[in-house]
């Protein structure tokens, strides 16, 4: 691979699909594997648009270990990044299809996720200080001694070229609210860019008021914030000005990954210097495709459904 634009760090895992749709697990006879984690599918969104991009992350030494690796680089995606946690097992995570809208997820990371256990040792760091793009997510410092590790990027990177974070906040990774507010509030203030739905900015800055959050992130010193309003559509913000961009109508079959594919899609336009209004209208169409697909990663558009979604 040539010199990297994209490098993601964190969740990896192997997603399983029912087969039967709006059942409970219970009664679910037959499951598809497919690629996942949100570090990891916003990674193979960024590629499917010809971004090249890493995964920094840990597997088990286990076959899924190994299919994550051959997968990612069948996506396209650098697994150069991707360790190997010994005694640990590559997470698992089980989908309920019922609602479509918001499945419940099952996640098996017990006693530990191997992507939560990067030291600094493990670190690129010469990949850390150029690379134009990192993204880190709120999730990477939920536990120890991944928070730290995370922290230590962080500070290294200094908000250099585009840093930015996606708050990735799901409540079964953390003891409580107020220690995921204090915690991923510290990454708030070492990005210049954050992305997160309504319930993760609340948890991040203590409001779910879009205009609010926004304000409350740019007031630290984030120069873009991108907060995702659901059918609402999506507010991005910058200090001078900002837009909401209206939703895109699909028949919703699974909403899961649809954020990561709307992650990807900021990433390439971050990277192609497009207008903040152009980067959340393209984000959000990449988003609604994904969100009308069953999967993460095998979801992901191209450039040309992105822009046939925008003319439609």
Not at 81 to 99: D, H, S
Not at 139 to 157: F, N
Not at 220 to 227: I, S
Request: hydrophobic share 45%.
């Amino acid at each position: 691979m040539t010199e990297l634009e994209v490098l993601t760090i964190g969740r990896v895992g192997v997603d399983l699909y029912p087969q039967q749709s709006g059942v409970p697990l219970a009664e679910v006879s037959t499951f598809a594997k497919f690629l996942g984690g949100t570090a990891t599918n916003v990674a193979v969104a960024a590629a499917r648009l010809g971004r090249r991009t890493a995964v920094l992350t840990k597997v088990g030494p286990d076959g899924f270990g190994d299919f994550v690796r051959n997968a990612l680089a069948g996506f396209g995606v650098s697994p150069r990044y991707v360790g190997t946690a010994p005694g640990l097992q590559t997470p698992v995570v089980f989908c309920e299809l019922n609602p479509p809208a918001d499945p419940p997820l099952l996640f098996y990371r017990a006693p530990i996720a191997p992507d939560l256990t990067l030291t600094e040792g493990e670190i690129p760091w010469e990949v850390v200080d150029s690379v134009p793009l990192l993204w880190v997510t709120g999730t990477g410092v939920s536990a120890e001694p991944g928070r730290t590790t995370q922290r230590a990027i962080l500070a290294r990177r200094a908000r250099r070229g585009h840093t930015v974070l996606d708050l990735d906040y799901r409540p079964m990774f953390w003891p409580d609210a107020a220690t995921a507010r204090a915690e991923i509030g510290w990454m708030v203030d070492h990005v210049n860019v954050v992305v997160g739905n309504r319930t993760e900015v609340e948890v991040a800055v203590g409001t779910a008021d879009p205009d609010l959050a926004a304000d409350r992130l740019l007031a630290r010193g984030v120069r873009l914030a991108v907060v995702k309003r659901g059918a609402e559509g999506v507010l991005i913000a910058t200090a001078a000005e900002r837009w909401t961009v209206p939703p895109c109508r699909v028949e919703v079959r699974c909403g899961l990954g649809a954020g990561d594919g709307f992650g990807g899609a900021l990433i390439h336009g971050l990277l192609s210097g497009w207008s903040p209004h152009r980067l959340a209208a393209y984000a959000n169409a990449a988003g609604a495709l994904v969100a009308s697909r069953l999967a993460c990663a095998d979801a992901m558009p191209t450039d040309a459904e992105i822009e046939e979604m925008l003319c439609t």
